[in-house]
């Protein structure tokens, strides 16, 4: 594992929002249990888009080759080690969803964050986490018409959930001022100094 | 043997590689057969309360109950004829549908059973030491991690903090409806505030001399021993019996992601 490029500052950010979001995932984790006992294996997929947010919040603020698929582990492991039954398996399941995303930003070569990119990087996890899901939950026993609604549901849940509701979430912390040294705060002040 | 003792990272190996050779099991007697054994590994040498082991299982045997039904409910087609167990209003349970539900509600309770198993006895602080010390995880990363985690309970407190301050100065806009506006009245305050900590905790273990040299020591060394490797054959050998004893009792079918 080479950290080139990241300064400490970078990684107990980046941890720090993990730490964040794990606590919110694991929220989420609750409402998915009781939303799959109404809803059934549905239940999970409506919010599906939440578990990636991390990855789209981390790589936006920080601009950084690794930046996605690092936050996502570290939030799955902090998910561990608050304690959760999903267990340490959750660690690889972070791993496959960051890396949906990390594949996204790396095929813009970490040049474009608009929001195409970042919706695009939701969606990215959500087929990477299905493709994974379909094998460790066992989707092949369900029927060929509700593992495609799944899916379906899955995407527009990624595409939103992370990618849009990420990229307000980072640009309302830019705009507080907290995040002025990072790349997202540099950006923002070339725009704002440009001349119109 | 006492699990807590247990190296975290050899411990965490055996539980993932259990969950990994169970994926290929697709009859009930299988994953049955490991939620019995690790239920009673836990029992025995984990020194876990029942009360809390029950009360983070019960979630689990909710979303396994409700996967069976919907496994019942909407099979594949291309499934054998098989004969009919029971009809329910207009749909028809056959023995083949119920063994299925059966082996993938099962799956995912050994599943959880493994983990609480690793969750309930492993200290995080000896995890990442662990993670350092035998997997070569970057200290930078690993003491970034726990810093990272040291603000967990601050944030409950912080938390307090923003609801009373909010209260305090109320302007008119005590609870809103909208729950955008109150995400962003709670989370962003929340985040910021934890970014401004991790920059100046960063800059605190920087300015301490903190570095990224692979030649650290350890005040505290975790060490593995032969405890760790019989509780890996333990474990391994569990799964394995349990896919012997399936075998022996006529169930052959592997799951291989069938189509």
Same mark, same amino acid.
């Given at each position: 594992?080479?950290?080139?490029?990241?300064?400490?500052?970078?990684?107990?950010? !980046?941890?720090?929002?993990?730490?964040?979001?794990?606590?919110?995932?694991?929220?989420?984790?609750?409402?998915?249990?009781?939303?799959?006992?109404? !809803?059934? #294996?549905?239940?999970?997929?409506?919010?599906?888009?939440?578990?990636?947010?991390?990855?789209?919040?981390?790589?936006?603020?920080?601009?950084? #080759?690794?930046?996605?698929?690092?936050?996502?582990?570290?939030?799955?492991?902090?998910?561990?080690?608050?304690?959760?039954?999903?267990?340490?398996?959750?660690?690889?399941?972070?791993?496959?969803?960051?890396?949906?995303?990390?594949?996204?930003?790396?095929?813009?070569?970490?040049?474009?964050?608009?929001?195409?990119?970042?919706?695009?990087?939701?969606?990215?996890?959500?087929?990477?986490?299905?493709?994974?899901?379909?094998?460790?939950?066992?989707?092949?026993?369900?029927?060929?018409?509700?593992?495609?609604? !799944?899916?379906?549901?899955?995407?527009?849940?990624?595409?939103?959930?992370?990618?849009?509701?990420?990229?307000?979430?980072?640009?309302?912390?830019?705009?507080?001022?907290?995040?002025?040294?990072?790349?997202?705060?540099?950006?923002?002040?070339?725009?704002?100094?440009?001349?119109? | 043997?006492?699990?807590?003792?247990?190296?975290?990272?050899?411990?965490?190996?055996?539980?993932?590689?259990?969950?990994?050779?169970?994926?290929?099991?697709?009859?009930?007697?299988?994953?049955?057969?490991?939620?019995?054994? $690790?239920?009673?590994?836990?029992?025995?040498?984990?020194?876990?309360?029942?009360?809390?082991?029950?009360?983070?299982?019960?979630?689990? +045997?909710?979303?396994?109950?409700?996967?069976?039904?919907?496994?019942?409910?909407?099979?594949? %087609?291309?499934?054998?004829?098989?004969?009919?167990? +029971?009809?329910?209003?207009?749909?028809? @349970?056959?023995?083949?549908?119920? %063994?299925? &539900?059966?082996?993938?509600?099962?799956?995912?309770? &050994?599943?959880?059973?493994?983990?609480?198993?690793?969750?309930?006895?492993?200290?995080?602080? =000896?995890?990442?030491?662990?993670?350092?010390?035998?997997? =070569?995880?970057?200290?930078?990363?690993?003491?970034?991690?726990?810093?990272?985690?040291?603000?967990?309970?601050?944030?409950?407190?912080?938390?307090?903090?923003?609801?009373?301050?909010?209260?305090?100065?109320?302007?008119?806009?005590?609870?809103?409806?909208?729950?955008?506006?109150?995400?962003? =009245?709670?989370?962003?305050?929340?985040?910021?505030?934890?970014?401004?900590?991790? %920059?100046?905790?960063?800059?605190?273990?920087?300015?301490?001399?903190?570095?990224?040299?692979?030649?650290? $020591?350890?005040?505290? =060394? @975790?060490?593995?021993?032969?405890?760790?490797?019989?509780?890996?054959?333990?474990? @391994?050998?569990?799964?394995?019996?349990?896919?012997?004893?399936?075998?022996?009792?006529?169930?052959?079918?592997?799951?291989?992601?069938?189509?």
């Amino acid at each position: 594992m080479k950290l080139s490029g990241w300064k400490l500052r970078d990684i107990v950010v !980046m941890s720090s929002l993990s730490v964040v979001f794990a606590v919110v995932y694991l929220l989420f984790l609750q409402i998915g249990v009781v939303l799959t006992g109404f !809803m059934g #294996p549905m239940g999970y997929e409506v919010l599906f888009g939440i578990w990636f947010i991390v990855s789209i919040i981390a790589a936006y603020i920080l601009r950084k #080759p690794g930046a996605a698929l690092l936050s996502e582990v570290v939030a799955g492991a902090v998910e561990v080690l608050i304690g959760n039954a999903v267990g340490p398996i959750l660690i690889l399941s972070a791993f496959v969803q960051g890396l949906g995303a990390e594949a996204v930003f790396a095929a813009t070569r970490y040049r474009s964050y608009s929001v195409r990119t970042l919706m695009l990087a939701g969606i990215g996890s959500a087929v990477f986490s299905f493709v994974w899901g379909y094998f460790r939950s066992g989707f092949a026993a369900l029927s060929w018409d509700l593992v495609l609604a !799944m899916f379906v549901v899955r995407l527009v849940s990624g595409a939103l959930l992370a990618g849009l509701l990420g990229r307000w979430i980072a640009d309302s912390l830019a705009r507080t001022g907290v995040l002025r040294s990072f790349p997202i705060g540099k950006e923002r002040r070339a725009r704002h100094d440009a001349p119109a | 043997m006492d699990l807590r003792e247990l190296n975290p990272a050899v411990k965490g190996l055996a539980v993932i590689l259990c969950v990994l050779l169970l994926s290929f099991a697709l009859n009930p007697v299988t994953p049955l057969l490991t939620l019995a054994a $690790t239920v009673i590994v836990t029992w025995s040498f984990g020194r876990v309360s029942w009360g809390r082991w029950l009360l983070l299982f019960a979630p689990f +045997l909710l979303a396994a109950c409700s996967y069976m039904a919907a496994t019942v409910l909407f099979p594949r %087609e291309s499934m054998a004829p098989s004969p009919v167990l +029971l009809q329910l209003g207009g749909f028809e @349970v056959t023995r083949a549908a119920a %063994e299925l &539900a059966a082996s993938l509600g099962l799956r995912v309770l &050994a599943f959880s059973a493994l983990s609480l198993l690793f969750i309930l006895t492993t200290d995080p602080t =000896r995890l990442m030491l662990s993670l350092m010390q035998q997997c =070569r995880m970057p200290p930078k990363l690993a003491y970034g991690i726990l810093a990272g985690y040291q603000f967990l309970p601050l944030m409950q407190e912080e938390f307090r903090i923003l609801r009373t301050a909010q209260r305090v100065r109320d302007g008119g806009f005590r609870r809103s409806r909208n729950p955008l506006l109150q995400l962003h =009245r709670t989370a962003i305050p929340l985040l910021a505030g934890a970014i401004r900590k991790a %920059e100046r905790v960063s800059a605190a273990m920087v300015s301490k001399g903190f570095t990224d040299s692979p030649y650290r $020591t350890f005040y505290k =060394r @975790v060490r593995v021993t032969a405890a760790d490797w019989l509780f890996l054959a333990l474990m @391994v050998g569990i799964v394995l019996l349990s896919y012997l004893a399936a075998w022996r009792l006529g169930y052959t079918r592997l799951y291989n992601g069938e189509l």
